[in-house]
């Protein structure tokens, strides 16, 4: 029996040991950093620390409002709607195109054919949907240059204020510049990312 108490006692010993080894403050220091949290929850303020990112998981969100918004005003068909929700895997990661694998380091525009393809739709209804999206201001065309062709191509990009993949605090600058010119009625959408 007397071994079984040692044994937890020294455990409990390695236990401590291994806290204090574990700290990032010292006493001295953490008294200091409670007594700021302290002074700032007193004024309404919280320190924080540095948030890290947990996982990798690539996400495409709806902005609830503005879709609750859009289908008040019956502004999408339900042909667009169907469109857009197809394409959330296919949201590449902060940028908002439409991209062949979000989770490729290097991700390609899709074509519209590609689009029609990837849906298993006509060619012909997927540009006729993307043409009226693009009218009411829910995407965005960009011309891209191909490497070793004369061809135009473009991208297609969607309106971050609708759906968007990345951090809601991160539009890039380019993406907010793509879709400053709204019509009237993205103008009063209830949220704006920018």
């Known amino acids: 029996m007397k071994n079984i108490v040692n044994f937890s006692e020294s455990e409990r010993k390695a236990r401590l040991r291994d806290l204090e080894n574990d700290k990032i403050l010292s006493d001295e220091e953490m008294q200091q950093a409670n007594d700021l949290q302290a002074k700032a929850n007193s004024k309404g303020m919280r320190l924080v620390p540095e948030k890290k990112i947990k996982n990798n998981f690539r996400f495409a969100q709806l902005l609830q409002s503005n879709w609750g918004y859009l289908r008040m ?11 857009l929700v197809d394409l959330v895997p296919n949201i590449g990661f902060l940028s908002n195109c439409i991209v062949d694998d979000p989770k490729k380091k290097n991700q390609t525009p899709l074509t519209q054919t590609e689009i029609a393809d990837l849906l298993g739709i006509d060619k012909a209804n997927v540009s006729k949907i993307v043409k009226r999206l693009i009218d009411k201001g829910v995407i965005a065309r960009s011309e891209t240059g191909v490497d070793g062709s004369n061809a135009r191509a473009y991208a297609l990009y969607v309106n971050p204020n609708i759906m968007y993949s990345g951090n809601k605090d991160e539009v890039n600058l380019t993406l907010q510049t793509m879709f400053k010119k709204q019509p009237k009625e993205l103008k009063d959408l209830p949220e704006r990312l920018f």
């Open 73 to 83: 005003k019956k502004y999408l068909t339900s042909a667009e709607k169907n469109f």
